[in-house]
Structures are given as C-alpha cells and as structure tokens.
C-alpha cells in the first residue's frame, strides 16, 4: 500500500467528531481535518460579500476559486486556525450566522466538488483523522477504520450550551438549542448530494454518556486492530 491509513468519522452537530477527532489524531500522531470548517469558511465568504444563498452559480465559482488554509495547533486547547483568501476566519465561522446558514451552502453539488476536490488532495498520502458528514461514504470510500458518532438531540444541545457557556457567551436556549440542531440534522440528512449517512462498513458509536477519552480509546484500538491485519 503506498500510502498511510485514513480514519474517517462522521456524524450529526454535536456528537463530539471535532473533538474526538483530534484526540485521536494527537495520539496518533496523524494530522486531523476538519472538513465542516471548510464549509463554514464558504459560508463566511459568501456572507461577507453579500452574496444571495441561492445564488447557486455565484456560490459555484466562489467555492472553486477560494484559497482554504488549516494551520494545525501545537496543543489540543487552541483552536486549529482556519483561513480563507488569507483573511483568519477562526473565530468568524462559528457564529450563528454562519452556522444557520451553512447547511444551504453545503447542499450545492458545485461547492461540495470544489472542497472534496481540495480534501481528497490533501488526503492522497493518507496519515490522517478527517471528520465530517461524507467522509466514509464519498471522500475517503477506502478509509481503514470509518466511524459513525451518534447521541441524542438533548445531549447534544447540552454539549453545545456548555460549549458556550465556556467561551463566556450569554446562555442559550436548551430548547432553541435543540431545535437548531434537528434542523441541521434533517438538512443534511436529506439534502441530494452526500447526505449524512452511516457508510455500511462503519462503527457506528452511541456516545451518550462516554467521555472523549472512552471514545478516542475505542477508535485507536480499531485502529491498531486494522494496522495488525494489515
Ligand atoms: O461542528 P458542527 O457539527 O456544528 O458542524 P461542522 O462539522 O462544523 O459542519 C457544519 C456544516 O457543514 C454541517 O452542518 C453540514 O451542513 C456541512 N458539512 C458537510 O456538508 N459535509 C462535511 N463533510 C462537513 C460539514
Ligand atoms: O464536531 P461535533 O459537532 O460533532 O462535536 P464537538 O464540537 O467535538 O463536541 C461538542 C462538545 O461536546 C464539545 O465541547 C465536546 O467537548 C463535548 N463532548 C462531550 O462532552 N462528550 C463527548 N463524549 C464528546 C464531546
């Protein structure tokens, strides 16, 4: 085999992918790749230019021409830095702008062949954690260990309320929470091109009530298992 092994995870908002991801990826020693902030990078650009989210052939050209930067972190506290026509967008794409809007931008084939175009490049030689909702069933169909993360609509939203809570942000809503969540589920579950679906060949992990740790545990040990058969 000439290149090194790719995990894959996937998953609905909330079930612990980024941060699961890079744990793993640290461990390991592999580069993660977070591939929903590349999407919310397009969401910001077509934003900030004021472009109609409808505006599908606006959009199109937008997504093949950007120039998307992921600068790796030295530690696993600060954020992986994300970047767009060299403007930092680290902070910018997770506002809930962006994050209402990003699932309509993603729904575009032409913007999703743009990125997946860029993904599957940077994954030619293998060596990494990439996470998002497509990853084992279109980015990376060979992908030596696919992982399914699951939870609960409640538990994810309390994930993400103590997520604010913790960037010191006024508290929000458990129940708007939630229904933001459903939404983005049911957006990218439904959406015609790659939606967010259990590859056949994945562990699907129910997380409800596991630590990172527990999780991050689990797929190394896949992992391992994989190399050995290897
Ligand atoms: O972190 P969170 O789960 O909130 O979302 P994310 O991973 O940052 O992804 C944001 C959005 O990008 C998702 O809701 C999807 O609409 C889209 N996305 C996608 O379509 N395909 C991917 N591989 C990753 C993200
Ligand atoms: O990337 P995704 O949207 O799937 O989830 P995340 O951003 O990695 O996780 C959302 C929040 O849930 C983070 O603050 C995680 O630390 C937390 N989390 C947790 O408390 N327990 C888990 N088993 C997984 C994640």
């Not at 793993?24 to 580069?31: D, K, P, Q, R, S």
């Not at 472009?51 to 950007?66: G, M, R, T």
């Not at 409640?154 to 129940?175: H, I, M, S, Y």
Request: charged residues 25%; proline residues 3%; aromatic residues 4%.
């Amino acid at each position: 085999r000439d290149r090194q092994p790719i995990i894959a995870i996937d998953g609905p908002a909330g079930a612990g992918k980024s941060t699961v991801a890079r744990r793993v990826a640290t461990e390991l020693g592999l580069v993660y790749l977070d591939t929903g902030a590349m999407y919310r990078a397009v969401t910001w650009l077509v934003l900030e230019q004021n472009i109609a989210i409808d505006d599908e052939c606006a959009i199109a050209e937008l997504a093949s021409q950007c120039k998307i930067e992921l600068t790796p972190s030295p530690d696993l506290q600060s954020p992986v830095r994300v970047w767009i026509n060299d403007t930092d967008v680290t902070q910018a794409i997770r506002t809930i702008d962006v994050t209402s809007q990003v699932s309509a931008i993603a729904a575009q084939s032409a913007v999703r062949q743009a990125l997946v175009k860029q993904q599957q490049s940077w994954g030619k030689k293998g060596g990494l954690v990439a996470e998002g909702r497509d990853i084992g069933t279109h980015v990376f169909p060979d992908a030596e260990v696919k992982i399914f993360l699951t939870a609960s609509v409640g538990e994810r939203a309390r994930r993400r309320q103590q997520d604010f809570k913790k960037q010191g942000q006024p508290e929000v809503n458990l129940e708007q929470l939630e229904r933001d969540i459903a939404e983005r589920d049911w957006k990218d579950s439904t959406r015609k091109v790659s939606p967010l679906q259990k590859a056949t060949d994945a562990i699907e992990v129910q997380t409800d009530g596991l630590s990172v740790s527990e999780i991050a545990a689990q797929i190394i040990n896949s992992y391992q298992q994989q190399l050995a058969q290897r």
